[in-house]
């Protein structure tokens, strides 16, 4: 029952951040979304931003075991470089960027959620590190990149694209043309 009651609050946080943003998310909304009465979210969340904190581990929490899987496929590397560009429209769409944005720009003045946002973000670092490193790409500079150096590459540019794409339609063309062109260079560098 309070399982069910948390995923409901979770839930239904995830819809009023969609609509509202961080700034407007009321909690007094939240439980009117979830039928609950508010002092529920102050139990199982402590408040608002237990609460968004929780929203976000969930919707990471998916993604991290959904790319995971995706990366340990039998396939090329650029191949499954190119299947984590498709999921960006999913994950676009479910809100989940939106929340992690909110979430990382939110961390800028809070340390709690600095702290916590940067721990989830180095799941995603740590993977694609892993991946890199298992891929035997060959970067063929005098000076090799890290994997880890370009693990950061990678994440970086995916976390630079999706803030382009949530503040409008000036790029949203040259962003996923730019990302599926780190697959070409992947393909490059791929070893037979």
Known sequence: MATDTRDRIVDAARDVLLADGYAGLSTRRVAERADVPLSQIHYHFGGRQGLVLA????????????????????????????????????????????VL??????????PEVSEQVTALLSAWFDLLGRVVAESGVDVG?????????????????????ETLLLLGDRWPDQV????????DLIRAFERP
Not at 60 to 89: G, I, K, S, W
Not at 142 to 156: K, N, Q, T
């Open 176 to 183: 996923r043309v730019a990302l599926r062109r780190v697959g």
């Open 55 to 98: 929203l976000l581990a969930r919707e990471n929490e998916r993604r991290v075991t959904r790319q995971t899987r995706m990366y340990a496929e039998d396939a090329p590397l650029h191949v499954r470089y190119e299947q984590a560009c498709d999921f960006l429209d999913d994950d676009l769409a479910s809100g989940y960027v939106r």
């Open 101 to 110: 944005q909110e979430m990382v720009a939110a961390g800028w003045s809070d």
């Open 141 to 161: 500079t005098s000076d090799p990149l890290r994997s880890e150096d370009i693990a950061m590459l990678v994440g970086m540019a995916f976390l630079g694209g």
